[in-house]
């Protein structure tokens, strides 16, 4: 029999369709596509050489003996427009405001052919350092109510460029999905004294089936409501409502936690495709107590298709005790 | 600069990105795969003649000629168990529920490689009136609180069948999303004294620059605040919140809106994959003066990210207007 779990922070409901379920290996690339890519490449607008042709002025980089090792530079395509003033218009049933914002990208490594799993772990902390640091710089901008960090690993998560970079987005407005969970979260507190997030966590630790990795400061763990084979959040111990508060000690903790998980999904699954999001609070928001900030990765190994889509509950075909023992028993 | 629309009903924001703006064209597929298929597949499950070897009992059949030509089947690996009871359970933050309800297959042509764009309008006109007919059943079933009735169509949109055939999924809970739109829409209902989706039918047909198609009770147009190129909804005129409610009349006119949007994606994007999906209103809620039934189709043709998976909002590098043009001026 099926079961139906719900996610407490959401409300959302999952099909956990155990009598579909594959096993883990089955969720491996089908086809190995072991290109060898080459250390540099010339058309490449991220690689070292093509800066100043190919890509705008950057807004932060971190160096390494001498040399960038982290750039981060306005999208070139940006979605929204960095000038420009927040204007909401509003005719009959036309709602909108101006597509203000900031939109850049993290390029992590000076080398094409590299990913996170595979990086020097010293690269990792400074990718997060990087990420803080825009983020606490974007705060500042009084135009922006939320920013959200994210990466597209693969073709199959939206990237068209193979050079190892995550992206940075701010918009002007936040999301109702968000405005919804925090609504929520809020509610939770209210009813119950405590952070919704940290007596997942608790409980989480306490049960211990569905644990991945433990560091200092963070966990990673398969949620009870998986929305998909594999899909996981890596949670701070210590609460805390923004990302931008994050201390040293933590970054380093966190790159520690962040790139052996990204390890057990790169030797247990064969580099599958991924989205990594850090969910963070609006901006204007600070110090709440009733909202945890954390990260999920989702791997994009199955696909969303009309049930999705016209329901927002979602079909796991993956039990996720069982997604957390397969990762967990990866030793790196 | 770029705009940010907010959809009325579920007060989404969506990014529309021109400056990233492709030309429809270039949705084309890239590499046209011109596979031809044959009417008859020895292996395919849904082809005439393999009926009782390999698919279960059927629930519906329509017959054109002496013959079959929509016929619905349980799923072979439902998400869902047909048996058993609703039983909730909590043990601190696992809830969960049964995996019970209906998962059934919606074959809907005994040809194997037809497609709901090419085939006669009489056959259209069967598979909506079946829909109906296994919506109206399954709503006497007293654990079922929803009915979704959506076609996934080639493999980005999720399927690994090809013989054409949609899905109905009845499920024990109202999703999370769906409530919170109902909430909504009964929230603007009380302010307004009308339904959100009378309001935004009658601006549409007012302003006319997103319509794509009408007929006598439908209308096919681009949202305001489309989530993605050409994604797509159609409306009936009739305020009704219950697709178990269309009158034969409306089938017969829903079946050319229906297949005529259709050819206009067929022939002006070449054969897209996409998924449709039937909202409808959770099935112990009746006549409700806030609620009106639509279809919505989601051409596959872009991919959603990491910005989007952590946000909920969404990035439309297409503008909702010339969209509705591209596919107005197709011709069929």
Redesign the interface.
Known sequence: ??????N?V????V???T??AKRPEDFKKREKQKIELPEYESTCPFCPGNEKEMSPDETLRIEKNGKWQVRIIPNK?????KT?ERIRTVD?????????GLHEVVIETPLHNLTTALLPLEDVRNIIKSYKMRYNEMLKDKRIE?I?I???HG?????SLIHPHS?I?A???V????R?RFNDAQKYFDENFECVHC??LS??LKDGSRLVFETKHFVAFIP?AALSPFHLWIYPKRHCSSFGDITEDEISDFAVNLQTTLKKYYYGLDDPDF?????SAPTDLKNLDFFHWYL?I?PRIT?????E?????F?NSSLPENDAKFLRDIKI
Do not use: C, H
């Not at 395509?77 to 427009?81: M, Y």
């Open positions: 029999m099926p079961e139906i779990r719900q407490l959401t409300k959302d409901w099909i956990i369709a009598e579909r395509f940006p979605a929204l427009s420009g009959g049933i036309k709602r909108k405001l101006t597509g203000i939320m959200i994210f990466k597209n073709e199959a998560a939206g990237t992206q987005v918009t002007p407005v999301p109702a999905q968000v919804e007596k997942i409980e989480e009870y989205n990594y999001v850090i969910r999920s989702v696909k969303t298709a009309g049930f889509l016209g329901s927002g509950m079909i």
